[in-house]
Structures are given as C-alpha cells and as structure tokens.
C-alpha cells in the first residue's frame, strides 16, 4: 500500500466533478469512485519524487486525465475480455481509467521511460487491477516480438505521435480485424489528408473519426479509428527512431 504518510485521496468537490463528467459520457462512475481517489492520490505522493504529469491541480487531474481517457467509452469498440494495449502509457493513461472502468479488458500498458512504468507498476499493484500489466519497452522492439506481433484486438495512444508515426507503431501489434484508436485534440484534420496510403501499406484503414468535446472544459478531442485489414509486411516497424524521423508521409 502507501509508503509513510497516507497522501489525500479525491476531495467532494473532486469526486462531484467526476461523477458530473461521467454523466455527461454516459457513464455511472459511483462504483468507481474510490479507485479513482485511489489513483489520485498514488498521483499526488509520486508527484514530488517523479515527473509523471505536468498536471497537479485536482480538477485538471480529473477532467484532463480521467475523464479525458474515458472518451474512449463513447466508442463501441470495448466489450467483452479483449486483449488491449496502451502504448506510451505515461503515467498510466488512458489505460489505468479504461480498466478501472471495464475491469473484464486484459491490459497491457507500454511505455519507453522506466520510473512511469515502476508507478504504473504500483498503481495496479495499489488499486488491484486483475489482468493489468505494466511493461518497457518501445513499440519498434515489442512489435517484433511474438508475444506482442499481431496479438491484440485493440489498442490506444493518447499523446504520442503524428498519425502517419502512429500508424507504423500501431498496426503491427494489431490482429486482422482489431483496432486501433489514436487520442487526438482538436487540430487533427491535417494529419488524416496524408494518412490513406501510408495505412494500407501498413495493411490498415481509417475508420471511425469521432469529435467530441471534453466534459466540463468543452475542449475539442478527436478519436481516430485505425482498423486492421490484412498482416502488416514484416518489415514494419523500422528501427527504433527511424519512425519518428522518416515518417511514411
């Protein structure tokens, strides 16, 4: 559990933001309440130690990461056990919220920096998450390997790269037939013109672009549904860096 002095957990005017926004998702998060407390606090006694996340304050916490990550919901792409990844999981989102949330997903959250995987660690360890697992590693790595090549119905990135750098990282831990869904903000329109070629070089399409606004800040979000057609040729990924560098648009 928590080490020394027990850090607080969510105020009432913090769980009363949480619930309003689950609302307006179309979500009951009342069950889910004190995990999400739990995670705020785990947050908060990391936060001086670590730089999880540039943001502190509750309601920025709250709107910004929890309610943030679970816009994913509002797509019907998450029922049953599904094996999922989150890669360039950060601090633990959208993942962490997703499986709190949907506790029947096997999820497997994905991030390159060591100390954000030891507290993704802890939090599942902390808010006993059954069928979580932290992992390092980068994506041009693990999607090489058999364990993680083709072997998800779903995964999620929130932040981390340019769609066209996206797709290349994403697709090949992909099964035919799954999906992926890429966290965008409001100025997406731009990335997708390019992105048609470069997915089915990568034996994907586009699916689905949601636009929605973020409860409680009105904030423009997008999500950019990636489907999976057909294999990804081995040769995708290339090596680590060279997506980010040499995109394929």
Not at 131 to 147: D, F, I, Q, S
């Amino acid at each position: 559990m928590f080490h020394g002095k027990h850090p607080e957990g969510l105020s009432e005017r913090g769980r009363a933001l949480l619930l309003e926004g689950g609302k307006a998702l179309g979500l009951d998060l009342k069950p889910h309440l004190e995990a999400f407390s739990r995670l705020y606090a785990l947050l908060q006694e990391a936060s001086g130690k670590v730089n999880l996340t540039a943001l502190r304050g509750e309601e920025e916490v709250v709107v910004k990461h929890f309610l943030d990550s679970l816009t994913l919901l509002r797509l019907p792409l998450w029922q049953g056990p599904l094996r999922v990844l989150d890669l360039g999981t950060g601090a633990g989102f959208p993942g962490l919220p997703l499986k709190i949330v949907r506790p029947e997903l096997e999820l497997v959250l994905v991030d390159a920096t060591r100390k954000k995987v030891a507290f993704v660690e802890r939090a599942i360890e902390v808010l006993g998450l059954k069928g979580a697992r932290a992992l390092w590693g980068r994506a041009e790595v693990l999607a090489r390997e058999a364990g993680h090549r083709e072997a998800y119905a779903r995964a999620v990135a929130r932040a981390v790269a340019p769609l066209c750098v996206l797709s290349e990282l994403l697709l090949p831990f992909l099964q035919v037939g799954g999906a992926a869904v890429a966290m965008k903000g409001p100025r997406v329109k731009e990335e997708l013109a390019p992105l048609p070629p470069v997915l089915e070089r990568l034996g994907g399409r586009l699916g689905e672009v949601l636009a929605l606004r973020l409860p409680l800040s009105g904030e423009a979000r997008h999500l950019v549904v990636l489907e999976k057609a057909a294999p990804t040729p081995p040769a995708y990924p290339r090596r680590p860096g060279v997506p980010e560098r040499h995109p394929l648009c």
